[in-house]
T-cell receptor
Framework: AQTVTQSQPEMSVQEAETVTLSCTYD???????LFWYKQPPSRQMILVIR??????QNATENRFSVNFQKAAKSFSLKISDSQLGDAAMYFC?????????????FGAGTRLFVKA | DAGVIQSPRHEVTEMGQEVTLRCKPI?????LFWYRQTMMRGLELLIY????????DSGMPEDRFSAKMPNASFSTLKIQPSEPRDSAVYFC?????????????FGNGTRLTVT
């Protein structure tokens, strides 16, 4: 069974600095999707970024980028120029790309604090 | 696109009462998921549907929980009878599975408190 591990329960960053959130996963599959979701205090789950495993190029969305290391099964999220609005829970998630791959499996989350 | 719509946003009920949570997925999405979020257990997948058909309900904790999707635009999650340990935030999400890496689109969740 696939698992997703986020080893950092909490992280903090100074406003305008850069922070990296860690995520590792376990799977025997070769094709899958990886996601980062953000959950602010409003509790809305918002997609931050996604990565297809067959793509070697790391995904980027504005200030958010990932470091995808397929062999190491690592998928970290880098937030550059951190803003107060980035304070939230961040969840790493995995979904198989195989036919019938419906389930999205979430990690336990990392709470990010942003200091002014 | 109105997004995934859940109701109610908050629900407070007494132990033993029936609770029904509602969800309207994004039009055109073929899959719908019910998640439960608690501090202790994080995000748990309860059940998911594909083309209105339940595919996997192995995450439903007990027979007290049931879910239906009578059509492509509506789903319910029912708890009968409710217990205090059911208190949690319940999320509905929809997606277009089979179309690349389509992500989950979540509703705002229903915070359920059972006293």
């Amino acid at each position: 069974a696939q698992t997703v591990t986020q080893s950092q329960p909490e992280m903090s960053v100074q406003e305008a600095e850069t922070v990296t959130l860690s995520c590792t996963y376990d799977t025997s599959e070769s094709d899958y999707y990886l996601f980062w979701y953000k959950q602010p205090p409003s509790r809305q789950m918002i997609l931050v970024i996604r990565q297809e495993a067959y793509k070697q190029q790391n995904a980027t969305e504005n200030r958010f980028s990932v470091n995808f290391q397929k062999a190491a099964k690592s998928f970290s999220l880098k937030i550059s120029d951190s803003q107060l609005g980035d304070a939230a829970m961040y969840f790493c998630a995995y979904r198989s790309a195989s036919a019938g791959g419906f389930k999205t499996i979430f990690g336990a989350g990392t709470r990010l604090f942003v200091k002014a | 696109d109105a997004g995934v719509i859940q109701s109610p946003r908050h629900e407070v009920t007494e132990m033993g009462q029936e609770v029904t949570l509602r969800c309207k997925p994004i039009s055109g999405h073929n899959s719908l998921f019910w998640y439960r979020q608690t501090m202790m257990r994080g995000l748990e997948l309860l059940i998911y549907f594909n083309n209105n058909v339940p595919i996997d309900d192995s995450g439903m904790p007990e027979d007290r929980f049931s879910a239906k999707m009578p059509n492509a635009s509506f789903s319910t999650l029912k708890i009968q009878p409710s217990e205090p340990r059911d208190s949690a935030v319940y999320f509905c999400a929809s997606s277009l599975i089979g179309q690349g890496g389509s992500p989950l689109h979540f509703g705002n969740g229903t915070r359920l408190t059972v006293t």
